[in-house]
């Protein structure tokens, strides 16, 4: 393990780099990234105390001096100086309520996806004891979405607007096509099962992170969340014969 191994937040200090909020660097040996927010980070490679970044950035160099318990860098691209930065090694504490706040932005988005996912459904469907679970459940969801943004407001974090959480967002990705199509209960009420398991699994990992970094209000809010998530799945459980014949009458066929 090297001295720079570790989680570093970067502060700007002068020169045409740009303001730096969230910036992070994450080193362990001889690899690295920059990273800014939800991004993907720019990766690049340590060699002593010197940064050089991967292509298509390569022409990108950090040089590092120790400063104040930290490092003080210099950006440089094709060896000219353009910019000064400071890094600050984040403890753990820090770095947990930093996983804390990414968890919770993805639950948010996630939510904000699922209710477009919902109101694509609600639209498709024409059983009345269906359609009145989907728009109770979507009340559940917007509700979901403002205790996860309230938990954002806690943290002094706002959404980021990421545009992926996982796996959920493929299935949710292919709802207007099957929109188009026939059989549109019985490919709802998979999507729908698969989603709320998915949600399910998010909230779950959420608890535990929350619980970690001592946020006990978090962690309630994933732990009734996630009862209501089960108990949608296992309404839908419930009706497969219904949402099979749906199915099957949809496309014309009886049995």
């Not at 318990?69 to 000219?80: D, H």
Request: glycine share 10%.
């Amino acid at each position: 393990m090297s001295n720079l191994d570790g989680v570093w937040r970067v502060e700007r200090v002068g020169g045409a780099l740009p303001p730096l909020p969230g910036c992070v660097k994450r080193i362990h040996g001889t690899r690295g990234t920059t990273e800014f927010g939800r991004a993907p980070g720019i990766a690049f490679e340590v060699r002593g105390l010197e940064l050089h970044y991967r292509p298509p950035f390569n022409v990108l160099v950090d040089q590092l001096e120790p400063a104040d318990g930290g490092y003080f860098g210099r950006a440089t691209i094709g060896g000219k100086e353009y910019g000064q930065f400071r890094m600050r090694r984040l403890n753990n504490m820090s770095q947990l309520n930093e996983q804390l706040i990414k968890h919770i932005d993805e639950a948010y988005a996630m939510e904000q996806n699922v209710l477009r996912m919902l109101d694509g459904m609600i639209s498709t469907t024409d059983d009345a004891e269906i359609l009145d679970a989907l728009e109770h459940h979507k009340v559940q969801t917007e509700r979901h979405s403002d205790r996860m943004k309230a938990r954002l407001d806690a943290h002094d974090a706002t959404p980021s607007g990421v545009k992926q959480v996982g796996g959920i967002l493929q299935a949710l990705a292919k709802m207007p096509l099957d929109m188009v199509r026939g059989e549109k209960a019985g490919r709802n009420a998979r999507d729908g099962f698969a989603t709320e398991h998915m949600e399910i699994a998010s909230y779950e990992l959420l608890r535990r992170i929350a619980e970690k970094a001592g946020d006990e209000e978090t962690a309630a809010a994933a732990k009734e969340i996630i009862a209501e998530e089960k108990a949608m799945a296992d309404l839908i459980a419930q009706n497969w014969d219904k949402f099979a014949e749906l199915s099957l009458r949809e496309e014309g066929v009886t049995v």
